[in-house]
Every structure is written in structure tokens, then in C-alpha cells.
């Protein structure tokens, strides 16, 4: 039986457009592996406070020590869409990586540009281990998998994005008090090395600001469709 052709699917966008949900829908659908690189630096970030680097003082923290750590970082991931799932060290943090802590520091560590290039490189690894395979983060367009077979940058206005936010954190009965900074004031800080608000040359934007999940996964998988047809042809 000869081998599946290589199906790499990159789907940028800033916090709270549904990115994950949709990305993961589309992996489970079209049977694919799931790699939610925003759980990498999530993930990275909580060893970095596991090792004591105190991300609340950035000033404190050399670039130096976070990449030194992530070079030895223990993370197996599970790609499998119907289970994605992190581990460090053998200890699920798949749930402890969406704290507030964790969010709240995160950006301390995507804000800096050596600690992108390891990240990055883990990423481009786990695309060559699976190269079929629905890939979602700020870059994976433009710098982690430019040659993807499909490229989409979902995008929504803030106001729409701020309200899904809000729904999701009352859902995991996390505090909904401080979604503005969480959703506008994380983009902004990450929107510091990459820029995930304007599509690269390639890549199609899709705005769900007035579309359901459902509506969204549609038109998505769509130009999916339109994209690997029309390279194909
Ligand atoms: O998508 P998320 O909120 O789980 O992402 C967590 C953080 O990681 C977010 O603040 C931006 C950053 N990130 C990034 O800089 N590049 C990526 N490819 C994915 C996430």
C-alpha cells in the first residue's frame, strides 16, 4: 500500500475567533493528526515556572535560561484530534497549561525571538513525524509551515472575540473578569514578532464574525478544498 500524500493544513489567527475548536473539528474530519502550537508555548512556559523562573518579572528572566530549559523540556504530545493531550515529565498538564498564570506569562516567553526559533523547530519536527496533519497557532502560515498544502488566517472582530472569550471561561468556570487583557492586551504583545492580523500572500482570510461553529468549519473546510485542488492542478 503506498503511503498517503502530504496533507499539511496551517491555520492562523489571533485568541478567541474558535480557532482551536474549528482546527481540531477539521482534523477529526478529514482524519488527520493535531498539532495546537499555542499548547507549546503554554506548555513551555509552565516548565519554566516548574523550574522557578519568575515570568512575573520578566526583567529578571534571561533569554538565555528559558531557552536553556526548553532545550531538556520532558513534553510528549499526543496528536491524535480525538485525544489531543500534553504530558511533562510523564504528568498530564493538558489542563493546568490553561491557568491564568500560564496565560498571563505566556507572553513573556512568544515575545522573544530565540525562544520562537527552538519552539518553532519543535513544531516543524512533530510536521515531519505526521505530515498529514491540521497545525494551528500565530505563525504556521508565514513562518512554521509556509509550504503547507492549505493556508487560513481566521480572523473575527474584537468585540466578537472578546464575547466567545467571556463564554469560555464562564464554561470552565474560569474568571471572566479579565477577558479584555486576556483577548486584546495578549494579542497585542504577541503581535510584537508576528503578525497574525493580515493575511501573508497565499493565505485566505476567513472572518466568522457572523458565522456559527458550524458555518465557520463549512466554509472553512471549502477552501481547504479550493486550495489543495488548485494545487494540485
Ligand atoms: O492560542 P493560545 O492562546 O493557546 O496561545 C498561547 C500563546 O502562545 C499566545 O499568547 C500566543 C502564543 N503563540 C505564538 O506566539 N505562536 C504560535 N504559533 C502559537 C501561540
Given at each position: 500500500m503506498s503511503a498517503q500524500p502530504r496533507l499539511v493544513i496551517a491555520i492562523d489567527g489571533p485568541s478567541g475567533t474558535g480557532k482551536s475548536t474549528i482546527a481540531r473539528w477539521i482534523a477529526q474530519e478529514l482524519n488527520l493528526s493535531y498539532l495546537d502550537t499555542g499548547a507549546n508555548y503554554r506548555a513551555a512556559t509552565l516548565w519554566c515556572m516548574k523550574n522557578g523562573?519568575?515570568?512575573?518579572?520578566?526583567?529578571?528572566?534571561d533569554t538565555q535560561q528559558i531557552t536553556d530549559l526548553i532545550t531538556t523540556m520532558p513534553l510528549a504530545q499526543?496528536?491524535?484530534?480525538h485525544n489531543f493531550s500534553l504530558a511533562l515529565d510523564g504528568q498530564d498538564i493538558t489542563e493546568a497549561i490553561r491557568s491564568d498564570e500560564v496565560t498571563a506569562n505566556v507572553s513573556v516567553l512568544s515575545t522573544r525571538r530565540e525562544v520562537r526559533e527552538h519552539l518553532v523547530e519543535l513544531q516543524r519536527q512533530a510536521i515531519q513525524s505526521r505530515p498529514r496533519i491540521v497545525v494551528e497557532g500565530r505563525?504556521?502560515?508565514?513562518?512554521?509551515?509556509?509550504?503547507?498544502e492549505a493556508r487560513i488566517l481566521l480572523t473575527a472582530s474584537p468585540e466578537v472575540r472578546m464575547a466567545r472569550r467571556g463564554q469560555q471561561l464562564r464554561e470552565t468556570q474560569?474568571?471572566?473578569?479579565n477577558v479584555e487583557s486576556d483577548v486584546v492586551g495578549r494579542d497585542a504583545k504577541d503581535s510584537a514578532l508576528v503578525d497574525f492580523m493580515t493575511p501573508a500572500e497565499g493565505v485566505a482570510e476567513i472572518d466568522s464574525?457572523?458565522?456559527s461553529l458550524e458555518d465557520t468549519v463549512t466554509v472553512v473546510l471549502a477552501e481547504i478544498q479550493r486550495q489543495v485542488n488548485t494545487s494540485g492542478s
Open positions: 523562573l519568575d515570568l512575573a518579572q520578566p526583567d529578571s528572566v499526543d496528536l491524535n484530534p505563525d504556521i502560515t508565514t513562518v512554521v509551515a509556509p509550504d503547507a474560569q474568571d471572566p473578569g464574525s457572523n458565522l
